[in-house]
T-cell receptor, first 109, second 112 residues
Framework: AQRVTQPEKLLSVFKGAPVELKCNYS??????LFWYVQYSRQRLQLLLR??SRESIKGFTADLNKGETSFHLKKPFAQEEDSAMYYC???????????FGTGTRLQVFP | DAGITQSPRYKITETGRQVTLMCHQT?????MFWYRQDLGHGLRLIYY???????DKGEVPDGYVVSRSKTENFPLTLESATRSQTSVYFC???????????FGQGTRLTVV
């Protein structure tokens, strides 16, 4: 079965500090992984996906198949990064898109 | 307007009543999903659909029913609402599993 684990419910940092939101997954096949973000009073939206190998708003995430992880990183957090972040896995053999429990990032001035 | 819309935005219903949450998308996306969002549980998949007339259970399907007679609509029905179904429900759609899923604005359902 597919599973996505985000061990931190809340992560609080000061502006300018590095941020790492952890995501681990379990899936027997070849995973497709995503990070979604939900800003206050806004819809959930895609932040980035591992197949694109892109950096969005200064965030990056590297798929580590050996550690089954897809941690989200940003070297210098900004106040506007405060939001709820969800890691997600799509399983091509079941057509499912599974989300983790989410991590709330608070960036203090 | 193009996009994905959910209705109603807010709903209060009584225990035991049947309630249907609507989801409509204008992109003709093949995939559609229903999630519930609860504190401590994140987003949990209720049902999903890879195409019209194809639906399948997600992680927490009990007490819910879906249909997909048309590509653009994916209603979620609570056959006999319970208090444990009080939640925020999100519908999403996408062209495939490798691409972005687009989310509706959510429906806040309270069962009293």
């Amino acid at each position: 079965a597919q599973r996505v684990t985000q061990p931190e419910k809340l992560l609080s940092v000061f502006k300018g500090a590095p941020v790492e939101l952890k995501c681990n997954y379990s899936y027997s096949g070849s995973p497709e992984l995503f990070w979604y973000v939900q800003y206050s009073r806004q819809r959930l939206q895609l932040l980035l996906r591992h197949i694109s190998r892109e950096s969005i708003k200064g965030f990056t995430a590297d798929l580590n198949k050996g550690e089954t992880s897809f941690h989200l990183k940003k070297p210098f957090a900004q106040e506007e990064d405060s939001a709820m972040y969800y890691c997600a896995l799509s399983a091509s053999n079941t057509d499912k898109l599974i989300f983790g429990t989410g991590t709330r990032l608070q960036v203090f001035p | 307007d193009a996009g994905i819309t959910q209705s109603p935005r807010y709903k209060i219903t009584e225990t035991g009543r049947q309630v249907t949450l609507m989801c409509h998308q204008t992109w003709s996306h093949s995939y559609m999903f229903w999630y519930r969002q609860d504190l401590g549980h994140g987003l949990r998949l209720i049902y999903y659909s890879a195409a019209a007339d194809i639906t399948d259970k997600g992680e927490v399907p009990d007490g819910y029913v879906v249909s997909r007679s048309k590509t653009e609509n994916f209603p979620l029905t609570l056959e006999s609402a319970t208090r444990s179904q009080t939640s925020v429900y999100f519908c999403a759609s996408g062209t495939g599993l490798l691409t972005e899923a687009f989310f509706g604005q959510g429906t806040r359902l309270t069962v009293v």
